[in-house]
């Protein structure tokens, strides 16, 4: 059973959500608060594997609920839901650790396509992660463990949420390549994801905070202008 957890704190759109997801197959755990979407999350005996987050929630924002839920797990898809256009807004739920937003007024639809091409990017990732691979790719100071899955430099691991993983994962494999933005897209978010390619520069500003010396003077994650990114070691 796919599983999802919906905070939104205005109940006539829960109860229209609700009932779309659970049409489209979805077991759904309401909540109208921060809090409560944590302690529904925190008790919940099968984890919900995406949660659909209203930026504009009473006491504890949707800010604050993305940045613990994701303290909580690395791998659950979080889609965060605002009612503004301001690009600020979007770029700070992304950078909190949500893999995608939609902004309201939206289709339902719209809303289910997106949920459910980032419940098949999750679940994919969660297969492969239960593959027992032996490989590490080896990048300078960098090790990449493609079978517990984690970055370590010079023996100190970083934390990576799955998302992170995959894009240092395609990096990995193709070293020194200048890689366009809609093709980072395609490999980590999927084919069918029809969202704004902003979200790659976004999540490449993330990855720089956490692996790069200086994030402001990138020496792995280099910027190719007009094109996309491109591996250094």
């Not at 309401?30 to 409560?36: L, N, P, Q, T, V």
């Not at 690395?74 to 650790?97: C, H, N, P």
């Not at 890689?179 to 704004?196: A, E, N, P, S």
Request: aromatic share 8%; net charge negative.
């Amino acid at each position: 059973m796919k599983r999802i957890l919906v905070c939104e704190d205005e109940s006539n759109i829960r109860e229209f959500v609700v009932i779309n997801l659970e049409r489209a197959g979805y077991e759904v755990i309401e909540a109208g608060s921060g809090e409560e979407a944590l302690h529904r999350y925190d008790q919940a005996a099968e984890k919900p594997d995406i949660a659909l987050l209203d930026i504009m929630l009473p006491g504890m924002d949707g800010f604050e609920v993305c940045r613990e839920l994701r303290k909580r797990s690395d791998s659950m898809g979080i889609i965060i839901l605002t009612a503004r256009t301001q690009e600020m807004e979007k770029v700070g739920g992304l950078m909190m650790g949500a893999d995608d937003y939609v902004t309201k007024p939206f289709s339902p639809s719209e809303l289910v396509a997106r949920i459910d091409a980032l419940y098949r990017r999750v679940d994919a990732a969660r297969q492969r992660h239960e593959v027992q691979y032996l490989e590490e790719i080896r990048q300078g100071d960098f090790v990449l463990s493609l079978r517990s899955r984690t970055l370590r430099r010079d023996g100190t691991p970083i934390e990576l949420t799955q998302l992170e993983f995959q894009i240092i994962e395609y990096f990995f494999t193709h070293p020194g390549e200048e890689l366009k933005r809609r093709d980072i897209l395609q490999y980590v978010w999927g084919k069918d994801y029809f969202g704004d390619e902003k979200i790659v520069d976004v999540n490449i500003r993330r990855l720089r905070m956490k692996i790069e010396r200086n994030s402001s003077s990138p020496e792995h994650i280099m910027t190719v202008w007009g094109v996309g990114y491109q591996w250094n070691a």
